[in-house]
């Protein structure tokens, strides 16, 4: 695989992932456009045009080799779609077909989330995940709350305290006994509270991330790119630290390749 092939591979959305070797990166290039071209029932290609220009404009990529289909198999009853991701790292962006989900939010902005998760498939990263992914947003509520929750496993437990909390309260009303719903209320919005606290943390650790990066970059509107591209730890180390040592991997002879400034021009 030449230098050129890994620079377009990375406009196309094929990101090498922490630690990944070049070979490893090979393979899975390769299964993911099997995969893709194996698919039968994939979205038409002009329903990829806006999510592919928000993604260029936000993380410098747009995908090409993204498997997407219209199904709700796998899909929490609360969820408009999900990217599953395989022990491979080849991944399948599902979204419901349903009337509630095209009111509650366009089909662009699903898929341009959903790609930009599938664009880390091979990060094992879950702090900056969904704040990146809400970066597609058009809606400024999304962009601002959307993070609230790093896993589905956090949504399902909000869900699962505010519906035992209703029935609690609604028990309660009708056969005049004590079942705790003030409790289990109280824990919903503790719950909330503490991870409405981890995201504005994690913003902070973005904002500060972003300024420091900038030196090292040969076009300051690439910020976001590289951010995208690294992992949480290294976000969060760059954040507190003055100094940075870029890692040594593909995914960082990738990075600094494509937006690094010549040593010279960096230690300027």
Known sequence: MESNDLLTLNAQGLIPGPNET???????????????????DS??????????????????????????????????????????????????IRL?????????????EILAHEAAHAARAAFDESKYEEVFAYMTSSS?????????????????????LLGIGACAQMGEIFFEVS??????L???????????????????????????LLPF???PAMVRPVLFRMTDA???????ADAFQPGSDLRWSVIQTIYWKDIDDAAR
Not at 142 to 156: C, D, H, N, S, Y
């Open 217 to 219: 970059l040969k076009d």
């Open 22 to 40: 070049l070979e490893e990166f090979r393979k899975r290039v390769s299964a993911t456009k099997e995969f893709f071209q194996a698919q039968t």
């Open 43 to 92: 979205l038409p290609t002009h329903h990829w045009q806006w999510p592919s220009e928000q993604l260029k404009a936000l993380f410098d990529f747009s995908p090409r080799w993204c498997s997407a289909t219209y199904s709700a198999q796998g899909l929490a009853p609360w969820q408009a779609a999900a990217t599953w991701i395989d022990v491979k790292r080849i991944y399948l």
């Open 179 to 184: 079942l705790f719903s003030e409790l289990w």
């Open 96 to 108: 419901r077909s349903s009337k509630w989900v095209s009111w509650m939010v366009q089909r662009d």
């Open 234 to 240: 290294e976000i969060e180390r760059l954040a507190k």
């Open 140 to 160: 400024r509520w999304r962009r601002v709350l959307g993070p609230l929750f790093q896993t589905p496993k956090e949504a399902a437990l909000l869900v699962a």
């Open 186 to 212: 109280f824990s919903a919005l503790f719950f909330c509270f503490a991870w409405s606290v981890r995201l504005m943390r994690a913003r902070t650790r973005l904002e500060h991330a972003a300024k420091r």
